[in-house]
């Protein structure tokens, strides 16, 4: 039997062949961009049943994503996200898995922002996704799965015309249910996240930064 967390894995790939052939279908003025990002993450505190408690900060969180702009302002985007996070000190001893999966909205707000210096530029991005939690240690029964909605906003500098350098700060905000019994929730985690990741940006198709 397939378990939630190998099925969540397995669509992820699923759509990210799918989308990348729909992709390159496409004409080439296309613009399609691959993201890489790695940061932190600082887990919401009501995500943790009582005497469990999550570190603030923890690390990593790595983040992977495609990205298709249908004109200069909006696009889509789906990305897989990585997170792993741990105990606090003084409480009782837990690490997690926190994966999830979504597909987004894109906007380029710099014609907004417009006061910007030369080759940097605002993205924000929202969309649902489906999130999978996966304990370690003596808590691995306690898996949990949900969906989520996330949004965010990315700030770019174009080192050339088909790389930049940015910054990601996204809030998800998951729909999971209340642990019961409470014991399903040792060592397991049900709420928000907030990320900070620092990546790369490449342009696959087109120029970057040809309109700016």
Not at 103 to 126: C, E, K, M, S
Not at 161 to 173: A, C, E, L, M, R
Request: glycine share 10%; net charge negative; charged share 15%.
């Amino acid at each position: 039997m397939i378990t939630n967390y190998k099925y969540f894995k397995i669509l992820f790939f699923y759509s990210v062949f799918l989308l990348s052939n729909s992709f390159y279908a496409q004409e080439g003025t296309s613009l399609i961009k691959a993201q890489f990002g790695l940061g932190l993450n600082s887990p919401s505190k009501d995500g943790f049943v009582n005497n469990f408690e999550g570190k603030s900060l923890n690390f990593p969180t790595v983040d992977l994503g495609l990205q298709y702009m249908f004109n200069s302002e909006l696009g889509g985007k789906l990305d897989y996200s990585f997170s792993r996070i741990s105990n606090e000190d003084n409480t009782p001893t837990f690490k997690l898995n926190y994966s999830r999966i979504n597909l987004q909205l894109v906007y380029d707000a710099n014609n907004i922002f417009t006061f910007l210096p030369y080759r940097t530029g605002v993205f924000f991005h929202v969309g649902p996704g489906y999130s999978a939690v996966k304990p370690l240690g003596n808590y691995t029964q306690n898996k949990e799965s949900f969906f989520n909605v996330m949004g965010g906003m990315q700030f770019h500098y174009g080192v050339s015309d088909t790389f930049s350098i940015y910054t990601d700060v996204s809030y998800i905000n998951g729909f999971g249910k209340e642990f019961d019994p409470i014991t399903e929730g040792n060592g397991s985690f049900n709420g928000n996240l907030l990320t900070i990741t620092f990546g790369v940006s490449i342009s696959l198709s087109g120029c970057y930064f040809c309109d700016q």
